[in-house]
């Protein structure tokens, strides 16, 4: 009965942590996502500006809103798809125009008017295949149209304003900094280094047998698929900064090298979180596990810790790449580790058995970080000793 009420009283204790971390992170997450995304942000306030001073001053538009508007849309926070993004919102403007114009001066004002412009409008956006930015634009358009009645020279000016706009952003998206470039390998430097934590407090968890920090253990493992997209997002940004920006088309085999190690990150990522289970589960029920699995991942997490500080080394665009690193100093290291693998005593528990099997996977998936693939990091690791031998 004491047992059951001290493993409530943990889940209970285990739930308030939960939320309340859950709720720190997102916060902090949100103050990190301001942070990385201020060039952005100054960005689409310059080129607003610009745009409307060009639309002003330049052409003698008396209020180009939408040259600004243009400008921020085209822009926006990401690097993806800015090119589409200029040509879907010039074009979508062009068709809401067009029919707007045409169907207002002949169907008037009204709700039911704006319902049958706004359908036409979106119909013919989609039969152009455009995008949903392009849709949304060209409907948006009709609406103002149908609103204000404009004038053909009314729409012409708002369309212009919308080429000005693009205009001031296809050049504004070609200055972009370096940050970009290196956010995909700060990040994942970050979770390695979340990998090589696990990995060491796996080891604890081994050595003490302890339910309650095995339990918190596996918490903070499930806590790391976010780490992942983030990866994901900062490599969609690079490549996308490599193909706009004229500035920056050296950097490309570089970042396309960074991409390149978000898929094996991720397997090593989701295999770190099986073994964390295992481990928990089996400190939970009690189950012995010998002690030379916990030397094991001690020595896997600081050869991972080796790993997280050699990418986050190569910071600096242009030296030599991420992988040809990794091959030279961490590689050797995990080699001597699969070996060692083989050597280790087998448990004669399934449970525990199975976390000196997961410990391999985790080292398979380390191998292919360095540039091995998935077959040669396998056959690296030679076949584990009989039960009982």
Same mark, same amino acid.
């Given at each position: &009965?004491?047992?059951?009420?001290? +493993?409530?009283?943990?889940?209970?204790? &285990?739930?308030?942590?939960?939320?309340?971390?859950?709720?720190?992170?997102?916060?902090?997450?949100?103050?990190?996502?301001?942070?990385?995304?201020?060039?952005?942000?100054?960005?689409?306030?310059?080129?607003?500006?610009?745009?409307?001073?060009?639309?002003?001053?330049?052409?003698?538009?008396?209020?180009?809103?939408?040259?600004?508007?243009? =400008?921020?849309?085209?822009?926006?926070?990401?690097?993806?798809?800015?090119?589409?993004?200029?040509?879907?919102?010039?074009?979508?403007?062009?068709?809401?125009?067009?029919?707007?114009?045409? /169907?207002?001066?002949?169907?008037?004002?009204?709700?039911?008017?704006?319902?049958?412009?706004?359908? /036409?409008?979106?119909?013919?956006?989609?039969?152009?295949?455009?995008?949903?930015?392009?849709?949304?634009?060209?409907?948006?358009?009709?609406?103002?149209?149908?609103?204000?009645?404009?004038?053909?020279?009314?729409?012409?000016?708002?369309?212009?304003?919308?080429?000005?706009?693009?205009?001031?952003?296809?050049?504004?998206?070609?200055?972009?900094?370096?940050?970009?470039?290196?956010?995909?390998?700060?990040?994942?430097?970050?979770?390695?280094?979340?990998?090589?934590?696990?990995?060491?407090?796996?080891?604890?968890?081994?050595?003490?047998?302890?339910?309650?920090?095995? &339990?918190?253990?596996?918490?903070? =493992?499930?806590?790391?698929?976010?780490?992942?997209?983030?990866?994901? =997002?900062?490599?969609?940004?690079?490549?996308?900064?490599?193909?706009?920006?004229?500035?920056?088309?050296?950097?490309?085999?570089?970042?396309?090298? +960074?991409?390149?190690?978000?898929?094996?990150?991720?397997?090593?990522?989701?295999?770190?979180?099986?073994?964390?289970?295992?481990?928990?589960?089996?400190?939970?029920?009690?189950?012995?596990?010998?002690?030379?699995?916990?030397?094991?991942?001690?020595?896997?997490?600081?050869?991972?810790?080796?790993?997280?500080?050699?990418?986050?080394?190569?910071?600096?665009?242009?030296?030599?790449?991420?992988?040809?690193?990794?091959?030279?100093?961490?590689?050797?290291?995990?080699?001597?580790?699969?070996?060692?693998?083989?050597?280790?005593?087998?448990?004669?528990?399934?449970? =525990?058995?199975?976390?000196?099997?997961?410990?391999?996977?985790?080292?398979?998936?380390?191998?292919?970080?360095?540039? &091995?693939?998935?077959?040669?990091?396998?056959?690296?690791?030679?076949?584990?000793?009989?039960?009982?031998?």
């Amino acid at each position: &009965m004491d047992s059951m009420r001290n +493993m409530a009283a943990l889940a209970e204790d &285990m739930t308030w942590e939960r939320a309340y971390g859950a709720g720190r992170r997102r916060v902090g997450a949100r103050l990190r996502r301001i942070s990385d995304k201020r060039w952005q942000i100054g960005q689409c306030a310059v080129a607003a500006g610009v745009a409307w001073f060009v639309a002003h001053e330049l052409f003698g538009h008396q209020a180009p809103v939408f040259a600004s508007v243009a =400008a921020v849309l085209s822009l926006g926070t990401s690097y993806v798809q800015r090119t589409r993004r200029v040509v879907e919102v010039a074009f979508g403007v062009a068709i809401g125009v067009f029919l707007g114009d045409l /169907l207002a001066n002949w169907l008037g004002q009204g709700a039911a008017q704006i319902s049958l412009i706004v359908a /036409l409008s979106m119909v013919a956006a989609m039969l152009a295949g455009g995008g949903t930015l392009f849709i949304n634009q060209a409907a948006v358009q009709s609406i103002f149209v149908v609103g204000s009645l404009a004038t053909v020279d009314a729409g012409f000016v708002r369309w212009s304003d919308a080429l000005i706009g693009g205009g001031v952003a296809l050049v504004a998206a070609s200055v972009v900094p370096g940050a970009p470039l290196r956010q995909p390998q700060r990040q994942a430097a970050v979770v390695v280094r979340k990998i090589a934590t696990l990995l060491r407090a796996t080891a604890e968890v081994i050595r003490e047998a302890d339910a309650v920090y095995g &339990m918190k253990v596996l918490a903070d =493992a499930r806590s790391t698929t976010p780490l992942i997209r983030e990866l994901q =997002a900062a490599a969609a940004e690079g490549i996308a900064v490599v193909a706009i920006s004229p500035f920056r088309v050296r950097h490309r085999p570089h970042v396309r090298r +960074m991409n390149d190690l978000i898929e094996p990150l991720d397997r090593a990522m989701r295999s770190t979180r099986v073994l964390v289970r295992q481990v928990a589960v089996a400190a939970y029920r009690g189950v012995p596990v010998p002690e030379s699995y916990a030397d094991l991942a001690l020595a896997l997490a600081e050869a991972t810790e080796d790993l997280a500080e050699r990418v986050a080394a190569h910071e600096s665009l242009g030296e030599e790449s991420v992988e040809d690193g990794l091959v030279q100093s961490v590689r050797p290291r995990l080699l001597e580790l699969a070996e060692s693998s083989g050597r280790v005593e087998r448990s004669d528990v399934l449970n =525990a058995d199975a976390i000196l099997l997961q410990l391999r996977s985790v080292l398979v998936d380390l191998l292919q970080l360095t540039g &091995m693939g998935q077959f040669e990091a396998t056959d690296a690791l030679p076949p584990v000793r009989r039960i009982g031998e």
